[in-house]
């Protein structure tokens, strides 16, 4: 009985093409075409495709994405506030949006209808004579006030300081992670202002988030063994700013400071085994803590 001749191994991809060569991974046989480079011979498109899946992405110390490393975030959240400012300007008309009105000597600029819309206001009457206010139900003020500011040199001094701790903070958490970050610090300084403000004064500006953006640094910069000594002088001189120049909010600073420090906390000591869910579960406490004393102050004012 004859035996048949050995056959020539046929690429699996491309059936009617002869090879001799093996994948590495999956010992299939592949033709040129099919063949991609791997540290030792080759490898066919199906297992550097699996192979692709199975790498874990890259992540920070604190669990976020590289991407950070790129300031997307503090970029987009600087574009937001100068085109709201902007458009601050063009709703005054006329006025003195960008220069002029009170606080350092005439240059934070003066109220517009845009501010006079979103700022932090517990309750009083509006220019148009209707009641509105946080307290009357208008709890987007909280938000939008961290957006919005009293004039270009107000914007100026805000911007830099977000660029200048933002593009650090956000390569060190990641984007998602620098983005709560800034706004729970923005939203903490604002729900203090209406905590300890009078209920018709108005309040605005990203400083309350800057605020929370000085003590993540310092919290984030500890907990990565760097040295913190530099910052720390930049941080009394705001808070000497705070308390002594007329117009400054101090609750919403102060509290910007603090809130941004629990979050900062949270994100920093998560532990490595449950990381994700103690930062979301842990930034999720500090919003109810923040909607808890919304509501204790809605009270008061209302009752």
């Not at 994948?23 to 699996?50: F, K, L, W, Y």
């Not at 002029?100 to 004579?129: C, E, H, K, R």
């Amino acid at each position: 009985m004859s035996e048949s001749p050995p056959t020539t191994p046929v690429c699996y991809r491309h059936p009617g093409r002869e090879t001799y060569v093996r994948c590495t991974r999956c010992d299939r046989p592949i033709c040129p075409e099919c063949m991609r480079d791997a540290s030792v011979g080759h490898q066919c498109p199906e297992c550097v495709n699996e192979g692709r899946r199975s790498v874990r992405p890259a992540r920070t110390a604190f669990g976020g994405g590289t991407a950070g490393r790129h300031g997307y975030v503090t970029k987009a959240l600087i574009a937001v506030n100068v085109l709201l400012m902007l458009l601050s300007i063009a709703s005054d008309r006329g006025g003195d949006a960008a220069a002029g009105g009170s606080g350092f000597g005439g240059l934070m600029g003066g109220p517009t209808p845009l501010t006079n819309w979103g700022s932090v206001l517990g309750l009083a009457i509006l220019p148009d004579g209707t009641l509105g206010g946080i307290a009357d139900g208008q709890w987007y003020r909280l938000v939008t006030a961290m957006f919005l500011h009293y004039g270009v040199i107000h914007l100026l001094l805000n911007m830099w300081a977000l660029w200048v701790l933002g593009r650090s903070l956000e390569a060190n958490l990641g984007p998602l992670r620098f983005g709560a970050l800034y706004l729970v610090g923005g939203l903490g300084g604002n729900v203090a202002a209406y905590l300890f403000s009078a209920q018709n004064s108005t309040t605005v500006g990203a400083s309350t988030a800057v605020f929370g953006l000085f003590a993540a640094l310092i919290i984030i910069e500890r907990k990565m063994g760097r040295d913190i000594s530099q910052v720390i002088p930049i941080l009394v001189i705001n808070l000497v700013f705070t308390l002594t120049v007329p117009g400054i909010s101090i609750p919403g600073h102060l509290g910007g400071l603090v809130f941004g420090a629990l979050m900062a906390l949270v994100l920093a000591y998560a532990p490595r085994g449950r990381r994700t869910l103690v930062q979301v579960v842990g930034g999720a406490i500090i919003l109810l803590i923040l909607v808890g004393l919304v509501l204790v102050r809605t009270a008061q004012l209302l009752g």
